[in-house]
T-cell receptor, first 111, second 115 residues
Framework: AQTVTQSQPEMSVQEAETVTLSCTYDTSENNYYLFWYKQPPSRQMILVIRQEAYKQQNATENRFSVNFQKAAKSFSLKISDSQLGDTAMYFC????????FGAGTRLTVKP | DTGVSQNPRHKITKRGQNVTFRCDPISEHNRLYWYRQTLGQGPEFLTYFQNEAQLEKSRLLSDRFSAERPKGSFSTLEIQRTEQGDSAMYLCASFSGTGGYNEQFFGPGTRLTVL
C-alpha cells in the first residue's frame, strides 16, 4: 500500500522568505502523480502544484516549485517570497488510482 | 459549471441515526472520490467511482457506510447507525484524467457532528 509521510507537523516563515516543506512516499508503482494541496483554515482544498512521475523536470508554478527525487521517493515543496496568504495546511498526496495524503504541515507566514 | 458541490455543508445528528450526503461533481468528470478528514489530519480515502462503478473501497468503509453513483453523475454517501467516531469532514472530489488535467477537484465538504 502507498504511504505518504510529512515529517514537519508545523513550520513558520517570515514574509518574503523561502520555506521548504518535506514529503516522502512509499510505492512499488512506476507511474503515478504527486501533488501538493493547500487547505486554508475552514476553506476548500485547492491544488498548489502537481508532478507526473515520468517527468524528470521539476514542476514550477510561479512562487511554488518542487524537488522531485524519484529514486529517493522524495517530493518537497519550496515556497519563495512567502506571503501572508500562504498560511494554511499543506498536504502532500500520491495518486495512482486512489489518492493518499500525508498528515499535513501547518505553515504560518509571519509579518 | 462552478465546481464540485456538496450538500449539506453541515449536519448534526444523534448517535444511532442515519445520514446521507450528496456530492455533485464537475460535469463530465468520470471519477468521483470520497474522503474523510478529522481535525488536524489529512484526508483519508474511503472509496471511488469510475462512472457508476464503485472500483475501490477502503477498509475504513465499514458495513455501516454505503456509497452510490447511480447514473455516473452525482453520488451519495450514507452512514447508518451513526457513532460519535463518525464525526468528521466528509470530502468529495472529482477527476477527469483526460486532456492533461490530472487533478482532483475538491468540494467544500460536509461537516458531520454526531452527538
Amino acid at each position: 500500500a502507498q504511504t505518504v509521510t510529512q515529517s514537519q507537523p508545523e513550520m513558520s516563515v517570515q514574509e518574503a522568505e523561502t520555506v521548504t516543506l518535506s514529503c516522502t512516499y512509499d510505492t512499488s508503482e512506476n507511474n503515478y502523480y504527486l501533488f501538493w494541496y493547500k487547505q486554508p483554515p475552514s476553506r476548500q482544498m485547492i491544488l498548489v502544484i502537481r508532478q507526473e512521475a515520468y517527468k524528470q523536470q521539476n514542476a514550477t508554478e510561479n512562487r511554488f516549485s518542487v524537488n522531485f527525487q524519484k529514486a529517493a521517493k522524495s517530493f518537497s515543496l519550496k515556497i519563495s517570497d512567502s506571503q501572508l496568504g500562504d498560511t494554511a495546511m499543506y498536504f502532500c498526496a500520491f495518486m495512482s488510482n486512489d489518492m493518499r495524503f500525508g498528515a499535513g504541515t501547518r505553515l504560518t507566514v509571519k509579518p | 459549471d462552478t465546481g464540485v458541490s456538496q450538500n449539506p455543508r453541515h449536519k448534526i445528528t444523534k448517535r444511532g441515526q442515519n445520514v446521507t450526503f450528496r456530492c455533485d461533481p464537475i460535469s463530465e468528470h468520470n471519477r468521483l472520490y470520497w474522503y474523510r478528514q478529522t481535525l488536524g489530519q489529512g484526508p483519508e480515502f474511503l472509496t471511488y467511482f469510475q462512472n457508476e462503478a464503485q472500483l475501490e473501497k477502503s477498509r475504513l468503509l465499514s458495513d455501516r457506510f454505503s456509497a452510490e453513483r447511480p447514473k455516473g453523475s452525482f453520488s451519495t454517501l450514507e452512514i447508518q447507525r451513526t457513532e460519535q467516531g463518525d464525526s468528521a469532514m466528509y470530502l468529495c472530489a472529482s477527476f477527469s484524467g483526460t486532456g492533461g488535467y490530472n487533478e482532483q477537484f475538491f468540494g467544500p465538504g460536509t461537516r458531520l457532528t454526531v452527538l
